[in-house]
C-alpha cells in the first residue's frame, strides 16, 4: 500500500498523468459505503536467486516512481520455489503481473496492489476493437491459449469462444491472432537459457455502450484493500507451466 500525490480536486487524475489505463469499477468501503475506485495492470521484471529470493525487480517502466515503490514492495517480498536442474539450484528471470487500485485519499491516492500471475514480459496495449465489429456492434469474450517462444514469439494454440461469442469467432479472430502473435514478449529464463512457456488468457471486446460480462461492484482483491487499507495478496497464475511457481504463503 502507498499514496502517490495527485491534484486535490480529483486524485484520479494522477493517473492520467502517471500514463495508466485505469478502469472504474465500485467498492464497498465496509462500513456500507461504495466508493469509486481505479483498477489499472501493471508488471514487473524479477531475477530469482538460487535459493528463490528475488535479487532484482525492475517496474513497468510505464510506471511513475510514486506507484513503483508500493509495487515493488509487494514484489520484493515475494518467495519462489527454487528451480533446480539435475538436482542443481539455478537462477532464473521470469515477470510478476500485478493488478493495482486506487482510491481517493486525502491530498492523492491510496494504492493496493494483487499478484494476478507469473509469466513471460507481455506489452500494456489492448487489442484494436476491429471495424467490422463497429459496423454490426459486436462483442465477445473468448480464452486464448498460446506460447511465448524462446525468441519472443507469441503462437496461438486455440482460441474458444466463451458464452454466445461463437457467432463473432470470425470477426474477432483475426484480431486476436495479430495482437498475440505481433507482439513481442521477454521470454522466461532459466540458468541463463531461454524457455518456451503456455499461457491462457481471456479477451473481451466490447461494443459501444456495452457493460462488462464481469462485475464492476468488487468485494475483494486490490480495490476492497485500497478501500479498507488491507493488506491480504491475492493471485491468479495465467502461465501454464512455467517453472516459476510462488512458495504458499509468500
Known sequence: ???APGPRS???AALVLLGLLAAPVT???GDGEAITAQEFHVEAAVEIDATGKVAQAAPDPHVHPSLADGMLDVVNGLEFTPLTIDGRSVTGKTHVYL???AVPAEGGLRVAYDVTG????RERANPRYPREAVLSNAS??????YRVQPDGRGVVEAITPEGRSKAKLPIFKPVILEWI???TYVPEVIDGVAVTTRMRRQIEFLAPGSRRRTPDTVSSSACQRAATDGNA???DDIALDSAFALKAGS
Open 1 to 3: 500500500m502507498n499514496d
Open 10 to 12: 480529483s486524485g484520479f
Open 27 to 29: 467498492v464497498d468501503a
Open 99 to 101: 493488478r493495482g487500485c
Open 118 to 121: 507469473i509469466g513471460p514480459g
Open 140 to 145: 465477445g469474450l473468448f480464452t486464448v491459449l
Open 181 to 183: 502473435e505481433g507482439g
Open 233 to 235: 495478496v491475492e493471485r
